[in-house]
T-cell receptor
Framework: GQQVMQIPQYQHVQEGEDFTTYCNSS?????IQWYKQRPGGHPVFLIQLVKSGEVKKQKRLTFQFGEAKKNSSLHITATQTTDVGTYFCAGPAGGTSYGKLTFGQGTILTVHP | GAVVSQHPSWVICKSGTSVKIECRSLDFQATTMFWYRQFPKQSLMLMATSNEGSKATYEQGVEKDKFLINHASLTLSTLTVTSAHPEDSSFYIC?????????????FGPGTRLTVT
């Protein structure tokens, strides 16, 4: 079945450093989404990428979708303590309707002040 | 917009009893709702997909007779954990999908932390 792999599993950075998490799918994706879950909270939708090679920015966050639509990345510039949390990528589960998603394992980001 | 509520936020119950969790989309109609289970520092494990007016579709390994799902309307889905046991203790999260064409994003409820004693 479809697998979505995400690395690294953990990332510790000093405040002000950059951070990147990578997502790879075993199959081509029609779109990819990114979610953020704060400690003790629930996942919050960040963005959806659809086009091959697409790049989208949200303030200090840059999202990329690979040319082959099988990988994606999230880059945070100059991290802040408010960036702490787990970042998940997710892609449509293959061959299904109803919008079921397959989530990556997530990258837990810790930011030291 | 796109707010999903979940009730209760936490519940403690005795082994053998049943617990019902409600998931509501507050400002949109959800064609589909999803129920997940999440263990500490782990990813989301999809339990079932729920569509209004039809039977839920359960993921492999999830007991449908133990985790009863009812999707009564386009804004409400419920998950009932029947005959709960300590191993059912977990964080249960629902999500709802507005179902707009070409849009797969899901909006999550705040979750329900279930502890079975």
């Amino acid at each position: 079945g479809q697998q979505v792999m995400q690395i690294p599993q953990y990332q510790h950075v000093q405040e002000g450093e950059d951070f990147t998490t990578y997502c790879n799918s075993s199959t081509t994706l029609s779109n990819i989404q990114w979610y953020k879950q704060r400690p003790g909270g629930h996942p919050v939708f960040l963005i959806q990428l659809v086009k091959s090679g697409e790049v989208k920015k949200q303030k200090r966050l840059t999202f990329q979708f690979g040319e082959a639509k099988k990988n994606s990345s999230l880059h945070i510039t100059a991290t802040q303590t408010t960036d702490v949390g787990t970042y998940f990528c997710a892609g449509p589960a293959g061959g299904t309707s109803y919008g079921k998603l397959t989530f990556g394992q997530g990258t837990i980001l810790t930011v030291h002040p | 917009g796109a707010v999903v509520s979940q009730h209760p936020s936490w519940v403690i119950c005795k082994s053998g009893t049943s617990v019902k969790i409600e998931c509501r989309s507050l400002d949109f109609q959800a064609t589909t709702m999803f129920w997940y289970r999440q263990f500490p520092k782990q990813s989301l494990m999809l339990m079932a997909t729920s569509n209004e007016g039809s039977k839920a579709t359960y993921e492999q390994g999830v007991e449908k007779d133990k985790f009863l799902i009812n999707h009564a309307s386009l804004t409400l889905s419920t998950l009932t954990v029947t005959s709960a046991h300590p191993e059912d203790s977990s964080f249960y999260i629902c999500s709802a999908r507005p179902g707009l064409a070409g849009s797969y994003e899901q909006y999550f409820g705040p979750g329900t932390r279930l502890t079975v004693t």
